[in-house]
Structure formats: structure tokens, C-alpha cells
């Protein structure tokens, strides 16, 4: 057995490998595609200035925050320094360092790469759909196949090296806490300059969205990629290391043939990955066809690879199991399935975006109130898909012996992520699209290149609604296996201190439904100052883009040579950003320590519990309403209910500013908050036994 994890091992590098020479074969196959519009070529250069000089301030702040975290890991765990072993400490610290690394490298790179094609994909729309898409994709599959590929190359080192997968957690969190600070910081940018940019040119002023006079055009064009690109990347590496850690640490702790859990573990990671090159190597649309339809069919044709290459595995390797596989098979349909229903509500050929844009012509009190109803019935069928799935792959495993009931879960979070390359690809697609169509009106390219831009962008919003749901849910199962990777590592350290043992957490206690509530609220507060982080960096952003109307001669009449302070409003979004990015993330760590110190580890189950819940309810209805309201605005654009210019618009333009912060600031960081509350407490677990006051 242990020669097969060796193996597994081997093959994981390999594999990595493999992506990494794909990713930089598709890289210089972007990079040769022509640009020529000097015009293009001139603000791409400014988005990519833009987005390098915030991300480097960010990652300067939040290097502060990682050294602190590093030194308070060193002396206290997985013990106090002056209770155990120093290497232990020590390497606990090198592995939250290292986790913090990589997903500072993928959020990189995914900058470089969407930099770099978001031109070539607004030029490429003038030849046709086809080509342009070809290059949006490419772009964002780069990023997909880089991020996995690090998730998997740090999980497999870590372990190998160290044989410990408690020390996986520390990487885990590495990963999270970056992937947390990195969202919202991300996420509060690139929503300033958009409702800002929004309120200003097209309801204020009546000018198309991305107009060159609007001096937030440029800021909103740099969040797109700082936000949905580098914050999207380094939130889904840390789901994917999430899952991972979560199903090693259970595979670790049960007794038999845990070579072969473990080793089960890495083959299916391995799989998804290769399952994904495959899907990328085959994604194209046709020269008429349905940009959307061509990305979920890609989904569909990886994640039938996926199915047959594991359950092939299960078939050769010795100690595989059938209803392991049966788990992993569940999270991924399930998976799939969600991302379905999540389309139907998003989608602006689905018959609810049309209710809510019809519903926008008698003001914008009807687009919310229709927008945030149509909000909370979508996340019905999200959360029930996680409790089936989480409920089937407890059931399907809980013959096989005690704990892998808990294993089978976290092997369907594994499952679910398995394709998370193609979901990655088709994720950072969405802001490579998004900035093309803005470079396509801003060089002058035509209204039918803005029209092929705009059709490719509108696949991109209801592709990115589905990944988000996607994401969401995967981390709705994981976390649900963090609380059993929590329990397994309170229950050592209880064992350690002659202590019962936990075997459940029941609400009618009156410590566990303590956390239940405050787990509960946490996730409403972090969203509300995310949120506010916005609302107050957006009115400093119109007030200066007023004032350039107001004092620049010319600008608002659009006379040649005139051009708006761009740098004063991306300068606004980056300050405003680094501000405000840390106290919510810190807010959520300092909640579990002090639930924790205050009621112990059957507190710290219940606060995991209620966060998870409300996390998740939260999460999904801000992703799916802010996506609803988004494509409400787009279907009206495109002539439907009275067009551009209507009151219709008008309202529905309001609706989607709501909906902006909605989606891509609060929503998808909440899945990370919930991650990274799991692993804290996990991290602590020994500590919380130690020093609680009840």
C-alpha cells in the first residue's frame, strides 16, 4: 500500500507537469495572437498597469498580516512551542507560508494572463465569435490549469515531506486566509469603480457603459481582473486545497487501509486535472454558435471523463473503493446539477431574468423586490443539492466502518471540485470578455465587434453565476467535512487530556447552541462590511468623477484630445480597497477564538454549524440575485422592454449596481470566511480544549 502511494505521489508531479507545459504552450499561443489598434493597445496597457500596481500594494499589506500569523503559528501550534515538538511548529509555519504563496502566485498570473488577452480577444471579435471566443477561453484555461496545478503540486509536497496531514491544515490555511483578504480586497475595487462608473455614465448622463469621457471606466475595467480574476483564482485554489486537506486528514485518522484512502485521495485530484486538459484541449464553439452553450458542454464532456477514468482507477488499484467512488461520483452530478438550476435563474434566455427586466419598467423598486425574491427561492435547490449529496455520500459509506461516513463526504467535496480546471478556465473567461467589450468600444472597433463582444460577455456573466454557485456549493460540502477533520483533531487532543470524547454536537445543548448563533450572525456582519466597504468607496468615486465633468473643459462634450485623470479614480478604488479588506476577514478569526476560548470545542462545533448554514443560504442568494440583475440589465440593452435609454433600463441599471456588491464582493467571499473560520478552529482545536472557560 505504501508503494502505491508512493506512486500517486510520482504521478501527481507528473501530472502537474503535464499542466504546466499546456498552460504556457496556450500562454504563447494567446500571446502570438495580433493586436494593431493603437488605441487598444493604449488602455490595455493602462488595465494592466492599473491591475499590477494594486495587486502589488495588496500583496504588500497583506505580507504583513502573513509574517504576524506566521510567528503566532510558530509558537502555538499544532502546540505551544514550549509543550511540544519545535520542528512540528516550525513546519506548521513553513506550510502556512508556503500556502500563502501559491495562492499569491495564482492570483498573478491570472493578472498577467487576462491582461494580456483581453485585447487580442476585442480585435479577434472583429473576424467573428469564433476566434474570439477561442482566445477569452484560452486565456482563462491558462489560469484554470496553473491553479489546480499548484493546488495539487502544494497538498502532495506538503505531505510527502512532512507524512503529517495536520500540517496540511496549516497550508490549507496559508492558502485561505490569502484567498479570503485577497476576495474582499478584490471584490471592493472592482465594485467601486463598476457602480460608480454606472451611476455616473449611464443613468446620470445617458453614455454608454464603457465611453472613454467616464474617468472610472479604466478603474472598472482593472477590477475585473483584480477582483473576478486574481480573487476568484486564489479563492477557488483554496477551495480545492480545502477539500483535499479535509478528506486527507479523515483518510489519515481511520486505521485500515489508510494508504489506500489516502492514495484514493491523490488519484482523483490527478484525474479531475488530466479530465481537464482534456476538456480545455476540446472546447470550441462553432462560427454561429452559442458561446454559452459551448462552455457548459465542455463541463459536461470533462466531467464524463472524470467519471470513467475513476471509476476505471477503482477497478486497477487494490483497496479502492466502489462506494467511495459512489461518493465522489454524487458530489460532482450534484455539482453539475447546481450549476443547472443556478443557469436557469441567471440566464437572459431563462424566462425569470425576463420577468425581472418586464418587471423593471414600472420602476426600480419592482427590479429589487423581483430581483431579491427570485434571490432567495434559487438558493432552494443549491442547498438541498448539498444536503442530498452530503447525505448520500455519508449513507453509501457508512457501512465501511466508523469515520468513513465523514470520509465519503469530504470524497464528494473532492468529487464536486474534481473539474474545478474547467471551472476555473471558464470563470476567468467572464472578466477577459468583459474587459474586450469595453476595449472594443473604446478603440472604435464598430457596433458589430461591441455586439460579438457583448454576446461573448453575456455567456461570461451567466457562465460566471453558474461557477460561483459551483464554488459555493463545493464549499458548503467541504466545510461540512472540515467539521469531521474538526472533530477528529478535538477528539486527539481530548484523548491527550483524559477528556470525553466528542460524538456529536447536540443543539440542545446550551454551549453548542451558543456558537450556533453567533456562527449564525457572523456571516451577516462580514457581508454588511464588505458591503459598506463599497457604498463608502463608490460615493467618494462619484464625487470625483463629478468633479472632472465639472472642471475638465470639453470632457463631458467628448472633444478630441480631451481625456479624463483615470489614475485619480483607479488611486480612490486601491486606497479605498486597502482599507477596508482586513477587519471583515479579521472579524470572522477573532469571532472562533473567543466562541472557542469561551465554550470549548462543542461551542466551537455549533458556531461551525450555524456558520455554515447561514454562510451558505447568504452566499448563494447575493451570487444568484446580483447575476439575475446583471443580465436583466444586458437583456434590456439588447432592444428588449424599451432598450437602452428607457426607464426600463434606467431602473434596471439600479438593480444591477445593488446587485454589483451583491455578486462579486460579498457572495463568493463567503465561502472563503466559511473556510477559513473551518480550518482556524480545526488549527486550535488543542487550545480550545486546553484554555476554555466552560
Known amino acids: 500500500m505504501e508503494n502505491q502511494l508512493s506512486l500517486f505521489y510520482g504521478l501527481s508531479f507528473l501530472t502537474v507537469a503535464l499542466a504546466f507545459a499546456f498552460a504556457a504552450y496556450l500562454y504563447l499561443w494567446v500571446k502570438k495572437q495580433r493586436t494593431s489598434n493603437a488605441r487598444i493597445e493604449e488602455v490595455s496597457l493602462l488595465i494592466k498597469e492599473g491591475a499590477n500596481t494594486f495587486m502589488r500594494r495588496e500583496y504588500l499589506v497583506l505580507a504583513k498580516f502573513a509574517a504576524v500569523a506566521a510567528v503566532i503559528i510558530f509558537i502555538l501550534l499544532p502546540a505551544p512551542v514550549w509543550q511540544g515538538d519545535i520542528l512540528n511548529n516550525l513546519a506548521m509555519a513553513i506550510a502556512y507560508i508556503a500556502g500563502t504563496v501559491l495562492s499569491a502566485i495564482a492570483g498573478k498570473i491570472g493578472i498577467l494572463v487576462a491582461t494580456l488577452s483581453n485585447g487580442r480577444t476585442a480585435e479577434a471579435a472583429k473576424e467573428g465569435l469564433k476566434p474570439a471566443f477561442l482566445i477569452g477561453f484560452r486565456g482563462g484555461a491558462v489560469m484554470g490549469l496553473l491553479v489546480v496545478g499548484c493546488s495539487l503540486l502544494g497538498v502532495a509536497a506538503v505531505l510527502m515531506l512532512t507524512g503529517d496531514s495536520t500540517i496540511l491544515l496549516g497550508f490549507s490555511f496559508g492558502a485561505s486566509s490569502l484567498a479570503l483578504f485577497a476576495k474582499a480586497g478584490g471584490g471592493i475595487f472592482t465594485k467601486t469603480a463598476d457602480i460608480s462608473a454606472d451611476l455616473t455614465g449611464k443613468v446620470e448622463l445617458g453614455i454608454p457603459e464603457d465611453d472613454p469621457r467616464n474617468p472610472a471606466v479604466i478603474?472598472?475595467?482593472?477590477?475585473?481582473?483584480?477582483g473576478d480574476v486574481a480573487g476568484m483564482g486564489a479563492d477557488l485554489f483554496d477551495s480545492n486545497v480545502a477539500a483535499m486537506a479535509s478528506a486527507l486528514v479523515i483518510a489519515q485518522s481511520l486505521a485500515s487501509e489508510s494508504f489506500a484512502n489516502i492514495s484514493m485521495v491523490f488519484c482523483y485530484a490527478i484525474l479531475g486535472?488530466?479530465?481537464?486538459?482534456?476538456?480545455?484541449?476540446?472546447?470550441?464553439?462553432?462560427?454561429?454558435?452559442?458561446?454559452?452553450?459551448?462552455?457548459?458542454?465542455?463541463?459536461?464532456?470533462?466531467?464524463?471523463?472524470?467519471?470513467?477514468l475513476t471509476a476505471l482507477a477503482t477497478v486497477v488499484f487494490e483497496g479502492f473503493s466502489w462506494r467511495?467512488?459512489?461518493?465522489?461520483?454524487?458530489?460532482?452530478?450534484?455539482g453539475v446539477i447546481i450549476g443547472i438550476t443556478t443557469d436557469y435563474f441567471t440566464d437572459d434566455t431563462k424566462p425569470i431574468v425576463r420577468r425581472v427586466a418586464h418587471a423593471s419598467g414600472s420602476g426600480p423598486a419592482f427590479t429589487i423586490l423581483s430581483g431579491i425574491s427570485y434571490g432567495f427561492i434559487s438558493a432552494l435547490p443549491a442547498m438541498a443539492g448539498i444536503a442530498i449529496s452530503a447525505l448520500v455520500a455519508y449513507k453509501i459509506c457508512e457501512p465501511m466502518g466508523e469515520g468513513y461516513a465523514i470520509f465519503g463526504i469530504s470524497m464528494s467535496a473532492v468529487g464536486m471540485l474534481s473539474i474545478?480546471?474547467?471551472?476555473?478556465?471558464?470563470?476567468?473567461?467572464?472578466?477577459?470578455v468583459d474587459n474586450a467589450r469595453g476595449l472594443a468600444e473604446m478603440g472604435g472597433l464598430g457596433e458589430e465587434t461591441i455586439r460579438t463582444a457583448d454576446e461573448l460577455d453575456s455567456a461570461g456573466n451567466t457562465v460566471k453565476a453558474v461557477t460561483k454557485g459551483f464554488s459555493i456549493s463545493a464549499a458548503g460540502l467541504t466545510v461540512i467535512s472540515l467539521l469531521g477533520a474538526f472533530m477528529s483533531e478535538a477528539n486527539d487532543a481530548l484523548a491527550e487530556a483524559g477528556k470525553e470524547l466528542i460524538t456529536g454536537f447536540d443543539i440542545m445543548s446550551p454551549t453548542v447552541f451558543f456558537g450556533i448563533l453567533i456562527g449564525a450572525a457572523v456571516p451577516a456582519v462580514?457581508?454588511?462590511m464588505l458591503i459598506l466597504g463599497v457604498d463608502k468607496n463608490a460615493q467618494r468615486m462619484v464625487k470625483e468623477i463629478h468633479r472632472q465633468f465639472n472642471s475638465i473643459p470639453g470632457l463631458k462634450e467628448g472633444k478630441k484630445g480631451v481625456k479624463p485623470e483615470y489614475g485619480k479614480c483607479i488611486n480612490i478604488a486601491t486606497a479605498g480597497a486597502l482599507k477596508e479588506l482586513i477587519p471583515a476577514g479579521l472579524m470572522s478569526i477573532v469571532a472562533t477564538l473567543l466562541v472557542g476560548f469561551i465554550g470549548g470545542s462543542l461551542a466551537v462545533g455549533g458556531f461551525l454549524l450555524g456558520n455554515i448554514v447561514s454562510g451558505l443560504l447568504i452566499a448563494l442568494f447575493m451570487s444568484n440575485s446580483g447575476g439575475l440583475w446583471d443580465n436583466a440589465?444586458?437583456?434590456?440593452e439588447s432592444g428588449e422592454e424599451g432598450g437602452k435609454g428607457s426607464e426600463a433600463h434606467k431602473a434596471a441599471v439600479i438593480g444591477d449596481t445593488v446587485g454589483d456588491p451583491f455578486k462579486d464582493t460579498a457572495g463568493p467571499s463567503i465561502n472563503t470566511q466559511i473556510t477559513v473560520v473551518s480550518l482556524v478552529s480545526s488549527l486550535m482545536s488543542s487550545l480550545f480544549v486546553l484554555f476554555s472557560i466552560f
Not at 478603474?219 to 483584480?226: L, R
Not at 463541463?299 to 470513467?308: C, K, N, P
Open 324 to 334: 467511495i467512488w459512489g461518493a465522489s461520483a454524487v458530489g460532482l452530478l450534484v
Open 420 to 432: 474545478v480546471g474547467m471551472i476555473i478556465s471558464n470563470d476567468a473567461y467572464g472578466p477577459i
Open 633 to 636: 440589465k444586458k437583456y434590456i
Open 219 to 226: 478603474a472598472d475595467n482593472v477590477g475585473d481582473n483584480v
Open 526 to 528: 462580514f457581508s454588511a
Open 273 to 308: 486535472l488530466f479530465a481537464s486538459i482534456l476538456g480545455i484541449a476540446t472546447a470550441r464553439v462553432g462560427k454561429n454558435g452559442s458561446p454559452t452553450r459551448a462552455l457548459n458542454s465542455s463541463t459536461y464532456v470533462t466531467t464524463a471523463i472524470f467519471l470513467v
